[in-house]
């Protein structure tokens, strides 16, 4: 008999498809993240696999890195931001992927009738230029904390959601545009939490909870996957190089 999370997998994905189904609340539940659950989605990988890339003229944005203002509510865009800055500058922060140059909030869809229910934009796209690989990054913000205890019973995200969203944009975008507008040859997905993170444990132990095999299923099907995290002793902006016209440094 299947269990309850995996019933509202399948009347999710019944009621809105594929496409979608990364915004499943259900991939968020507690408990969302076990083998069984993740063999269902494996099982039914096809589905996935199969949707369609959206034509788009250009990915082009032109962003100048500052920020208007201090918006509490706006912490991933900001993140993204002081990323984004602290690569273009020479100052990578990531540890296992050698970007020279990022680009945030790309936008994703053609216009928002064929894009319904996607995302606005890609968090941040960064570029390897020597190996020609561009990154579609799905950032997360760290979980907040008090006194240096993390607070108990917020709402934070899986690394399920977190890999599901990635891959359905890597499926999403126009792989020549794309290739084209970031100067690439292969496009990966690489989710991007802090290292206190539910997604962040998660993803540690992507071995026992089912993970990695859906990890496998991507990579079959063409799309590679990588994974980073940021040190939440460094987190915020101290780590990078921020531009704001405020002369205070926000903080997460």
């Known amino acids: 008999m299947k269990n ?83 690569v273009n500058a020479g100052d990578n922060p990531f540890k296992d992927i050698a970007l020279t140059k990022c680009e945030y909030q790309v936008p994703l869809k053609k216009d928002n009738k064929t894009g319904k229910g996607i995302g606005k934009g890609i968090d941040l796209v960064g570029v390897d230029e020597k190996s020609k690989v561009a990154f579609l990054m799905e950032l997360k913000k760290p979980p907040k904390f008090k006194e240096g205890v993390k607070v108990a019973g917020q709402k934070e995200e899986s690394v399920l959601r977190c890999l599901l969203e990635a891959y359905t944009y890597a499926k999403w975008v126009d792989n020549d545009a794309f290739r084209r507008d970031f100067g690439v040859k292969n496009i990966a997905i690489c989710p991007v939490v802090f290292n206190c993170s539910r997604a962040h444990q998660e993803w540690e132990n992507r071995d026992v909870n089912g993970i990695s095999e859906l990890v496998k299923m991507m990579e079959r099907d063409g799309v590679k996957v990588h994974f980073e995290h940021l040190d939440y002793s460094k987190c915020g902006f101290r780590p990078f190089l921020v531009k704001a016209k405020s002369a205070e440094v926000p903080k997460c």
């Open 4 to 86: 309850e999370v995996i019933k509202k997998f399948a009347a999710y994905q019944q009621e809105h498809g594929w496409k979608t189904f990364y915004r499943c609340p259900a991939l968020n539940e507690n408990g969302a993240v076990r083998a069984e659950n993740i063999k269902w989605i494996c099982d039914n990988f096809a589905g996935l696999a199969a949707i369609e890339s959206q034509n788009r003229e250009s990915y082009v944005v032109k962003h100048d890195g500052v920020m208007p203002q201090l918006c509490t509510n706006r912490t991933e865009e900001m993140i993204a931001m002081a990323i984004a800055n602290a």
